[in-house]
């Protein structure tokens, strides 16, 4: 146990180590809640306060299941301790009873509902309506809705009426007569007859406690009501529960989640405690700084990897020009340390893909289209590019992410317009920025088709981050205008031999005074300082080199590209212009 605790950090540790029979550890983004996962498991069942035979692990996808099977391996535990989705382990337990009830017709699992469903729908509606009416229906079961139930609850809780809520409602009723006609089950079937079984009988719910006494839930701010319910039914008088979350990433509210459960934890399970981890392994302290910005509270994790370069920010005149620079910028990237595997490029929406596809292939770079499902899995064989939702995105990380169409109307979402869903939007972003480790590429279209072709506008949490991609990385004492036209001077009169008699000071400091007025005008805008939007150190080259084009302007060294592209043509007049 000595080696155990060397390996950990002090939060770390004191999380795996505590007592307490119910523990929350709030595990920021790249904290490494895995890890204090698994060697709490090892931890408390070497010192004998928990057995791995009777220990349980629930997971939100296959892929986390094997990660934690495999982690649990390489700490001695071997496959004594059992890990799976709500859904796996649920329906491994429906099986064995069935089995012993001798139930001899076990029901189908259906594993795709849109293959029922939508056969059942009228012809006449769109693929947005037939989609809308099936990720309603999946937030009814998750939230435990009956059909009966649903119009009214929709409309008091102000949810999207893309298609009327008494008609969805009575379609999500054929769909459960249609199952239970073919005696089908889906997924959240198994979880409502995995409680109903246990609520039925008393001697099968003691056994069910016995055989698993010690649970602990991953990823636990994205737990739905219906999982909820289930994991309240396997908890017995004598059972211990540890739960991994993070409020900060809890990004599917829409179908169901409820991050209520972690953040009022303590309302649920009295007496619990609760452990912070707030060390990132993962990030720069640039990238962290980003997206620190987009949190209510601006807290920021405490980083553990050294400086790196700031993120980046292009503008490009419209979707294809934005996907050809993010491909010339991955080909750029490639090389002996950063392989095609180590960059990713996220996008909000599924539709977004097709293009990125289409421009890779052109391109000749390899890449893997990432999609995500209940039970879903996460190649991580191929040597390619991953391309992929932000949704996709959350629990995997890479060297060098790209991020594209940072727009209005896609980041956020054009249909999140309550608060919730902006919050939650904003939530979304955060994820994407924090899944980088080294370096982060930002990148929107001033114009999209839409149908046709439309004028965008870059996403308003660009604006939020714009201190953090803009700041300065090498900070230098402030001058006074004096003393930095004489020292342009002394370069000058050095460097490029100007005789003193056409030197003129005054137009330095003229110019010195106006970018620093228009410096200050950015930073009133952005709510940050002025030095973090300029430096005095980079008002020294400008008027040291004095740029005459915006690609010019790309050569000065601390300018980042998100002024460039928004104040270059400003800058260029500011250092021209006749005084």
Known sequence: MD????????????????????????????????????????????????????????????????????????????????????????????????????????????????????????????????????????????????ASEYAALAEKTGRRNLVQFSSVGEFYRKFVAAKKQKNYVDFDDILELAIQFLSEDTNYADARHWKFQDLFVDEFQDVNPLQFAL?????????????????????????????????????????????????????????????????????????????????TLRAEDNEVSEVKSIARKILSTNSGAIRWADQAVLVRTHSQITLIEEVLAEKGIPFLVHTTSPLGDYEKGNDSVRVLTFHAAKGLEWKVVHISGL?????????????????????????????????????????RRFGNRRDRNPSIFLKEISAALTASPSPARTQTKL??????????????????????????????????????SIAKVNDVSPESIVSDAVFEKLILEMPDSIENLGLIDGLSPAIINRYGEEILKILWREF
Not at 485 to 505: C, M, P, W
């Open 231 to 311: 994991l309240r039914s396997w908890i017995g008088n004598k059972s211990s529960l540890c739960v991994v979350g993070d409020p900060n990433q809890s990004i599917y509210s829409w179908n169901g989640a409820d991050s209520s459960y972690l953040n009022n934890f303590a309302d649920y399970f009295p007496g619990a405690e609760t452990v912070h981890l707030n060390r990132n392994f993962r990030s720069t302290p640039e990238i962290l700084s980003a997206a620190a910005l987009l949190l209510p509270n601006k807290s920021q994790l405490t980083p553990s990897k050294q400086h790196g370069p700031l993120p």
């Open 407 to 447: 727009e209005e109307g896609l980041v956020p979402i054009a249909h999140a317009v309550s608060q919730e869903e902006r919050d939650e939007e904003r939530r979304l972003m955060y994820v994407a920025l924090t899944r980088a480790e080294d370096e982060l590429h930002l990148s929107w279209a001033r114009k």
């Open 3 to 146: 080696d155990l605790e060397k390996s950990l950090t002090e939060d770390q540790f004191a999380a795996v180590r505590s007592d307490a029979k119910q523990l929350r550890i709030l595990a920021g983004a790249g904290t490494g809640k895995t890890r204090v996962l698994t060697h709490r498991i090892a931890y408390q069942s070497k010192a004998l306060r928990i057995d791995a035979e009777h220990s349980l692990c629930l997971t939100f996808s296959k892929r986390a299941a094997n990660e934690l099977q495999q982690r649990l391996k390489g700490l001695g535990l071997g496959n004594h301790v059992t890990a799976g989705t709500f859904h796996a382990i649920a329906y491994a337990q429906l099986q064995a009873r069935w089995k012993d009830l001798g139930v001899n017709t076990e029901p189908v699992l259906l594993p795709n509902r849109e293959k029922l469903l939508f056969p059942l729908l009228p012809e006449s509606l769109s693929t947005p309506e037939r989609s809308f009416i099936l990720n309603e229906i999946n937030w009814c079961t998750a939230q435990r809705v009956s």
């Open 483 to 520: 003393e930095l036209a004489k020292k342009i001077r002394e370069f000058r009169l050095k460097r490029r031999r100007v005789a003193v008699s056409t030197y003129n000071e005054n137009q330095d400091v003229n110019k010195l005074d106006n970018l620093e007025k228009f410096r200050t």
